[in-house]
């Protein structure tokens, strides 16, 4: 995964609460088993006027001029609910959106975004509706996002930065420690012998 550090963009707004991941991309959209091939279905429902002839509704946020190139998402509240579907966030990635800034984030859909290199910002609403359409600097190191002359901190946990700022899954953040768990294996084995006997057959 791409490592991340600092994103400027256009912050596009698509400001409505409770969307869930069937409208991020819905199932019949999903014909593929792996991570690409899904940006085209993102938000089918409200991108195309017709999303079988894929004609696109010149009013949808994402379908605007001024959002062309841009990387950060403007969401409302609880953001990504409804199923598990990893492929809400692949899409979004496969789109291009590196971050999205929301007053809040179903639980499921924040660790997917976290474990697939989409940083997940949360910040009050008022926040997030001044910054539509405006240039935003999100400083992960820093951990603040600012439009302009003005600049907000945001929380995100330990791990899930080094993660994000080291493009690692969770099993690259695991194979780090590839020499300690040895080590601690090795230790116990010495220690605990008959746990590693094979069973007799």
Known sequence: ????????????????????????????????????????????????TNAVDRLADPAFALNQPEAAGARVLLAGANFGCGSSREHAVWALVEFGIEAIIAPSFAPIFRNNCLRNGLLPVELPA????????QTVRIDLPSQTVSAGDQSWPFDIDPEAKQMLA?????????????????????ADRRTRPWVYLEKST
């Open 126 to 133: 008022d926040v997030v509706r001044d910054l539509a359409w």
């Open 166 to 186: 080291e493009g690692l899954d969770a099993i690259d953040l695991t194979l780090k420690l590839k020499d300690t768990i040895r080590r601690w294996l090795d």
């Open 1 to 48: 995964m791409k490592p991340v550090t600092t994103i400027t963009s256009r912050g596009v707004p698509l400001l409505r609460d409770n969307i869930d991941t069937d409208t991020i991309i819905p199932s019949r959209e999903m014909k593929t088993t792996g991570r690409t091939g899904l940006a085209e279905g993102l938000f089918a429902p409200w991108r195309y």
